[in-house]
Nanobody, 121 residues
Framework: QVQLVESGGGLVQAGGSLRLSCAAS????????MGWYRQAPGKQRELVAV???????NYADSVKGRFTISRDNAKNTVFLEMNSLKAEDTDVYYC???????????????WGQGTQITVSS
């Protein structure tokens, strides 16, 4: 299984910055794509940013130019650097990882427990 542990959430003023980290641990063969989603109460979870094992990235339009995703493959850790934060970025942020438990087995999706980001205006 894959366990994802997030850190770095909290309260910040509009225009400020935060950095999220998420480390994958457990018994698995490989971690493929990793990323971040966010969800507001009563709304669907939406993609924030995702990064492949090779470093290819994809961002939601709303965060392009402000957020940067990166990863450390050796540590199975993904980071999200968030700058110029806005009140509308307030959400619970969930770490995501696509993991393969055994060689030649299909990948599964795993989620962290979520971390609250609150941006005060």
């Amino acid at each position: 299984q894959v366990q994802l542990v997030e850190s770095g959430g909290g309260l910040v003023q509009a225009g400020g910055s935060l950095r999220l980290s998420c480390a994958a641990s457990g018994s698995f063969f490989s971690i493929n794509a990793m990323g971040w989603y966010r969800q507001a109460p009563g709304k669907q979870r939406e993609l924030v940013a995702v990064i492949s094992r090779g470093g290819s990235t994809n961002y939601a339009d709303s965060v392009k130019g402000r957020f940067t995703i990166s990863r450390d493959n050796a540590k199975n850790t993904v980071f999200l650097e968030m700058n110029s934060l806005k009140a509308e970025d307030t959400d619970v942020y969930y770490c995501y990882a696509e993991g393969t438990l055994y060689k030649d087995h299909p990948a599964n999706n795993y989620w962290g427990q979520g971390t609250q980001i609150t941006v005060s205006s």
